[in-house]
């Protein structure tokens, strides 16, 4: 099959989703073997960001959303558990396909939080002197990067986690 074809065949499977059809319903139209071919298919076209389709089939998704939505509103409010559970995957779905979930913020005003105790510092100022050299004396076990990007951190975390659990 040539590069031109294949594509033909992805992009006729992505306007068959486009249209409400099943992966089952694909595969069999445009040739396909099965079902998971054609959802390959139609995620390799949505990967490679031919973003008008990707839209469409957002919107397409949101008015199935929706739709969903209204038929199990009325019993959602009326106090059936059932409904209300599958509005609310409804509500999470849809956050998922807009991006509408804003990313988790923590801030900590001063001195709130964890304190470490003082037996924990020491044993941090134990590791960063001890990761000045490596075990073989070759150089650093830290690397300027990690320090860059704020990994040493991590790792000083990690080392002291596996301090405490070996004592």
């Known amino acids: 099959m040539t590069l031109a074809s294949q594509r033909d065949k992805e992009h006729q ?9 099943s992966y089952e319903q694909i595969a069999a139209a ?4 099965n ?3 054609a959802y390959t298919a139609v995620r390799r076209v949505l ?3 031919e973003v008008e389709d990707a839209a469409q089939l957002r919107t397409l998704e949101g008015a199935r959303l929706d739709r969903l939505q209204a038929a199990h509103w009325d019993l959602a409010l009326a106090g059936d558990p059932k ?7 409804i509500f999470e779905r849809r956050a998922k396909l807009f991006g509408l979930d804003a990313p988790v913020q923590h801030v900590m005003a001063e001195g709130e939080g964890v304190q470490p105790s003082a037996e924990q510092v020491q044993t ?4 960063l002197a001890a990761e000045q050299t490596s075990a073989d004396g070759e150089g650093p076990s830290i690397l300027p990067s990690e320090v860059e990007t704020g990994q040493m951190a991590k790792t000083l975390h990690l080392k002291l986690r596996d301090r405490q659990r070996a004592v």
């Open 13 to 21: 499977a992505v306007q068959r989703a486009l249209a409400g059809d």
């Open 47 to 49: 990967e490679r960001r």
């Open 124 to 127: 941090l100022r134990d590791l």
């Open 83 to 89: 409904a209300a559970t599958v509005v609310l995957r």
């Open 30 to 33: 445009v040739g396909y073997t």
């Open 35 to 37: 079902r998971g071919t």
